[in-house]
């Protein structure tokens, strides 16, 4: 998926269809950790039918590619629901069926009861979700599948934004991903990074986009990892 002149075909394919969608957009946005962000990736308007198994079709193509190893896929509440539901139709459709689980934000004491529902948690675990701000979400699902018996094992994502994550207010020298990876030891595959975005922004300078290059840049510049 790595054309000549290291560009990532998927990422590019994606970030394109995250502009057009109108779920990547450009201004002024304030994110978590009170940072001004030139750009905010909604994956929550992901709205309809179309564009929901347009995103599964990126994870499934991603994930496959990443070589990644796992039994099942966890979809953390809310937005992991629809991500894990979609995806594991997408695998299915590319050959790859797999069981798939998700929570609920509060256990039902009634029914089926519980606070996790779907498939039971087995063998390694993918967790699907959209992005990453300061890794507390993979914590909690990470608490809940090995509460179940099974093995957090990776994380696929749509969008790496590359940048500084937060502890207690202050800026650290490492990414919410990173963090996944080096301290809670699990894989992470994204779809795309902030520096396929850049690439794209570049690629389209003649464009109604090539104005926000220069801010996404310094931004980064400002807050960027590698």
Do not use: W
């Not at 950790?33 to 905010?40: D, K």
């Not at 070589?67 to 966890?74: P, Q, S, T, V």
């Not at 963090?179 to 990074?193: D, K, M, P």
């Amino acid at each position: 998926m790595v054309a000549a002149g290291g560009q990532d075909t998927l990422a590019q394919e994606f970030v394109r269809f995250s502009v057009e969608a109108g779920v990547l957009r450009f201004g002024e946005f304030k994110t978590k950790a009170g940072r001004l962000s030139p750009y905010f990736f909604n994956a929550g308007l992901f709205d309809d039918g179309a564009k929901l198994g347009r995103l599964a079709q990126f994870y499934a193509r991603r994930i496959l590619a990443s070589g990644i190893e796992f039994d099942m896929l966890f979809g953390p509440a809310y937005k992991g629901i629809p991500l894990a539901a979609a995806v594991a139709i997408e695998l299915a459709r590319a050959g790859r069926n797999v069981p798939y689980a998700y929570n609920r934000k509060e256990a039902k004491d009634h029914g089926e009861g519980g606070q996790l529902v779907g498939a039971p948690l087995r063998g390694r675990v993918l967790i699907v979700d959209d992005v990453m701000s300061a890794g507390t979400a993979a914590r909690e699902s990470i608490a809940l599948i090995r509460a179940a018996g099974a093995s957090p094992h990776a994380m696929a994502i749509a969008l790496d934004r590359q940048e500084k994550a937060t502890e207690d207010g202050r800026d650290v020298d490492h990414s919410a991903v990173q963090y996944v990876q080096r301290q809670l030891g699990l894989q992470v595959c994204a779809i795309a990074r902030l520096a396929d975005l850049l690439q794209y922004l570049q690629l389209h300078a003649g464009g109604d986009l090539g104005e926000h290059h220069a801010r996404v840049q310094a931004y980064r510049d400002r807050y960027g990892v590698d």
